[in-house]
């Protein structure tokens, strides 16, 4: 039997590291994890009575089958709605409903670039767009979040690195892995360069909800920019990965966004892949939202603030501060390290989980982590985590 050449191209095996996982896992031997940021696992959960409210009277609402394949209008209005207090003007005719944000990412990709045209990405990155980009068939380029800076935007290299292949800027703000959220500057500079190169930007706001700052969040669709595709959902914001929905918000020159949205409408049309009462659950998790986050955002604030105090305490790493979401990203040595064996032997040794920068195109070398975990587990993870690292640092000085 023959697979096709993108079959032989997607990687088949578990990376060394989570086979070390795996392993150790299956031994019994507890593992604290400092990468699965499952917050439900930590204690918040969205209401459960409101949930359930919503949920049975999203189930009234199913008896007759209607598909919209941009989403049920009152779904897309509702998202609309969700916009406009940030002064953004938006409609229902504005938005299309999907899956979660990688199937938004993959609208996107097929929308706007042929097979081997460019989409241009930040370094650090996230390790699902190069499987994206692979199944659409495109290539990804780079531009540089500047680490010295707090891993700000490079906005001369971003620039520098559009081609006649590039087709569509990606800006995640705020950053996975690095916490940075872009300022208003910044983005009105970017919207600059996307008029200037007559580019659309995807912006992926997943972590909207989850700022340190006390501003509002900057926003892509606020800008000139010709063209922008918002991305959202559930998933973060409402602590409801499992109910797989999400969205695209289009905004800019109209023409443009007319015409997206007829491609993506099509697109959509074809596997019709948003379950309805899923979509009719939106309106009542939107207006609900802000009982799951009031208790939340001064938790993860304290738990960011643990992070930083614990490690300020090990002389052997270098880190930023988040100003959104909940992941950090710290410097642990240069090219002559090991990512992946140092994390192995933290894994092994001291029991930590926490993931080499490859995986999210870092140069070398760092690691990644979350600090969402309930406050003790949070400073007793890190604690054993410096004290790998210091024990790792010594045996490879000796």
């Given amino acids: 039997m023959r697979f096709s050449k993108l079959a032989d191209r997607l990687p088949a095996k578990r990376n060394r590291l989570y086979r070390e996982y795996e392993k150790a896992s299956s031994s019994g031997r507890p593992i604290r994890d400092l990468i699965s940021a499952n917050l439900a696992e930590q204690g918040w959960v969205f209401p459960q009575e409101r949930l359930q409210s919503i949920l049975a009277d999203a189930a009234g609402r199913t008896r007759i089958y209607r598909p919209d394949p941009l989403g049920l209008r009152s779904a897309r209005e509702a998202i609309a709605e969700f916009y406009r207090p940030a002064g953004i003007p ?217 992070a930083g105090d614990r490690l300020s305490q090990c002389p052997d790493v270098r880190f930023a501060l988040p100003r959104g979401g909940f992941y950090l990203t710290l410097k642990v040595g240069g090219a002559e390290v090991d990512e992946e064996a140092l994390c192995i032997e933290l894994l092994r040794q001291s029991g930590v989980l926490a993931h080499p920068g490859y995986f999210y195109d870092m140069a070398p070398a760092h690691l990644v982590l979350t600090f969402a975990l309930q406050h003790e587990l949070l400073d007793r993870s890190l604690k054993a985590l410096c004290d790998g690292i210091r024990e790792w640092k010594k045996r490879q000085d000796s």
Wanted: charged share 20%.
């Fill in 90 to 306: 938006a409609s229902a005719e504005q938005v299309l409903i999907t899956p979660g944000t990688s199937l938004s990412y993959f609208y996107c990709f097929k929308l706007l670039a042929n097979p081997g045209e460019e989409i241009l990405c930040p370094r650090p990155s996230y390790p699902l767009f190069e499987s994206i980009a692979e199944l659409a068939g495109l290539q990804l380029r780079y531009y540089r979040l500047r680490e010295s800076r707090g891993w700000e935007i490079d906005l001369d290299h971003l620039e520098s690195q559009i081609s006649t292949r590039t087709r569509a800027l990606v800006l995640i703000s705020p950053h996975n892995p690095t916490g940075m959220v872009a300022g208003s500057q910044p983005l009105h500079d970017l919207a600059a360069i996307a008029c200037r190169h007559d580019l659309p930007v995807l912006a992926d706001e997943v972590f909207s909800e989850f700022l340190y700052g006390g501003e509002a969040l900057p926003r892509p669709a606020a800008t000139p920019a010709p063209l922008v595709f918002t991305l959202n959902g559930f998933s973060k914001m409402a602590g409801l990965p499992g109910l797989k929905l999400g969205w695209i918000l289009l905004s800019g020159r109209q023409a443009r966004v007319r015409r997206s949205l007829e491609v993506m409408e099509l697109i959509s049309d074809t596997f019709l892949p948003v379950n309805d009462l899923a979509q009719h659950m939106v309106r009542g998790i939107l207006e609900s939202r802000e009982a799951f986050a009031f208790g939340l955002r001064p938790w993860l604030l304290r738990c960011r603030q643990i």
